[in-house]
Every structure is written in structure tokens, then in C-alpha cells.
């Protein structure tokens, strides 16, 4: 799958050390070369078209797939005790 990142992700990515942004690139990877989240480990459905994935429980990708199953939106990457007080907003 594709994956779309947005841009306040990308530049929160970027203001992170250069270990925490290889983490997430490797974990942004792994997203990329999944054919189905069907049993993927570490991968959360929020409701809807909303997923969350844990990421070195550090911090948590909040992304969402595109209708078409062809791309994955990246919509927020946040510190996971930021992410646990905003799922409200996903469920």
C-alpha cells in the first residue's frame, strides 16, 4: 500500500531526535508492505476507517485507508500518552 503522510505529521516527524524518526520510518515501512491489516500486530481499529498503531511505546500513528484499499493516510503522529487522551475523538 501507499502511504500519505500529513504534513503536521511529517513536521512533527522532523523535529523528533534522529533515533525516534528511524524508528518511525521503520515502522511507517512496515505499514507500507502490508497487504491486509487483517491480524497485524500492533494495529488497532479505532471505528470506521480509523487505525492506530503503537510505535516503540512511544509514540502512535493515527492513520485511516483510502476507500480504494490502495493507500493508507497518515493523519497524526503523536506521543502515546498525547494519542490514549485523543482516541475519544476516533471511536
Do not use: N
Not at 20 to 26: H, K, N, Y
Not at 60 to 72: A, H, N
Amino acid at each position: 500500500m501507499r502511504i500519505e503522510i500529513e504534513r503536521a505529521a511529517c513536521e512533527f516527524v522532523l523535529g523528533l531526535p534522529l533515533k525516534s524518526r528511524r524508528i518511525i520510518l521503520r515502522h511507517l515501512r512496515r505499514l507500507e508492505a502490508l497487504d491486509t491489516l487483517t491480524g497485524a500486530s500492533g494495529i488497532e481499529r479505532l471505528g470506521g476507517d480509523i487505525y492506530r498503531m503503537h510505535v516503540s511505546r512511544t509514540y502512535t500513528l493515527i492513520f485511516r485507508i483510502c476507500p480504494d484499499q490502495s493507500r493508507i493516510r497518515v493523519v497524526e503522529i503523536l506521543p502515546i500518552d498525547l494519542a490514549h487522551k485523543r482516541y475519544f475523538r476516533y471511536r
